[in-house]
């Protein structure tokens, strides 16, 4: 036989009512206890509760799924987010739908209009244009990992020109003369920052500042970019490398690896993001490691509370930590 609601809530001492709240995902909104909320949860996980989503959709008016959007999901950065993302959903009572834009406006804007046609609650979203909000007004949307206008609400991201001057600071700590900067879509807010954030170190250490050393790789031939830009800094003698994020950065390890084998000892590595590969990994990286917890938390409860109270939050600007290495 079925569980249904009135057997969770005769099995946890309290109303159907109050079980109604804990699955939907509002216990804390109608101040129900953290025990008692984790009671009615585990005894639905042990009586494998499933709730019948169309009927909870149809009388609560929500389809209680909410859209991730990113550029690229296999990136490890955003693949990890994700998860998290899913998992705090989850705790809300909401399912996630994941698409890539390829960081294509035209893509972008297929995948909202899919979205909404779908009639999802709400949408996290790392945007590839500064129109999305202005565009999907009536669709709760939280920004992170780059937003366009510095007055933006509902808007999750880290200090990024700060977090570029700490890498390239480490750089030139760690003895390098000469640093070049490798990155993508540098039309974009949070590429823009990390740019002048490392030119902000150069500058404050009185090195030269040299543009044909700020090379922006093209999103489709990542690794041919890296490959070219890497050959051009090395042959101008380039000893220190900060990459703009953790894929140009595994692809510059492979490349001075496979073609350049006598630099490994001479050049030092600094990438955004981290990976797991990077604690062995030759050249040395020291990288800057994004709390993908506190994202993915702020993330979600920004967007609910848009979906609850039709209003946006404050954004938040979150810290980093420097993994040296």
């Known amino acids: 036989m079925k569980p249904s609601i009135k057997t969770i809530a005769e099995r946890s001492g ?19 206890s953290a025990e008692t909320q984790k009671r009615v949860k585990d005894i639905a996980r042990q009586l494998n509760y499933r709730p019948n989503h169309l009927a909870r959709s149809l009388s609560m008016g929500r389809s209680y799924t909410i859209g991730f959007v990113v550029p690229d999901i296999s990136n490890p950065f955003f693949s990890k987010i994700a998860r998290l993302v899913e998992h705090y959903a989850e705790e809300r009572g909401y399912s996630v739908m994941v698409a ?28 590839a244009t500064e129109f999305v909000q202005n565009n999907y007004s009536a669709l709760p949307i939280v920004n992170f990992d780059r937003h366009f206008h510095e007055g933006d609400k509902a808007f999750v991201s880290i200090n990024n020109s700060e977090t570029a001057r ?34 902000l170190a150069l500058d404050t250490n009185k090195m030269l500042v040299d543009e044909e050393l700020v090379v922006d790789v093209d999103t489709n031939m ?8 890497m050959a051009n ?11 703009l994020n953790n894929v140009l950065a595994a692809e510059g390890i492979w490349l001075v690896n496979k073609y350049y084998p006598q630099a490994i000892d001479k050049i030092r590595f600094a990438s955004f993001d981290n990976l797991d590969v990077f604690d062995y990994a030759s050249p040395k990286v020291t ?30 600007r979150l810290s980093t930590t420097i993994i040296e290495r």
Do not use: W
């Open 14 to 32: 309290v109303s159907k009512t109050t079980v109604s709240f804990v699955l939907n995902g509002r216990g804390e909104e109608k101040n129900i």
């Open 100 to 127: 890539s834009t390829d960081e294509k406006p035209d893509k972008e804007q297929v995948i909202l209009d899919t979205f909404t046609n779908r009639q999802i609650d709400g949408v996290i979203i790392a945007p």
């Open 166 to 199: 700490l890498l390239t600071q480490s750089l030139i700590d760690k003895g390098c003369k000469k640093i070049g900067l490798i990155g993508l879509s540098s039309f974009l807010p949070n590429i823009k920052e990390r740019i002048k954030g490392y030119k």
């Open 222 to 229: 990542i690794k041919k970019g890296v490959e070219q830009a």
């Open 233 to 243: 800094m090395l042959a101008a003698d380039v000893d220190g490398f900060l990459f």
């Open 287 to 316: 990288s800057a490691l994004q709390p993908g917890d506190a994202i993915a938390r702020h993330c979600v409860e920004m967007l609910c509370h848009q979906i609850d109270n039709k209003e946006r939050s404050n954004g938040v």
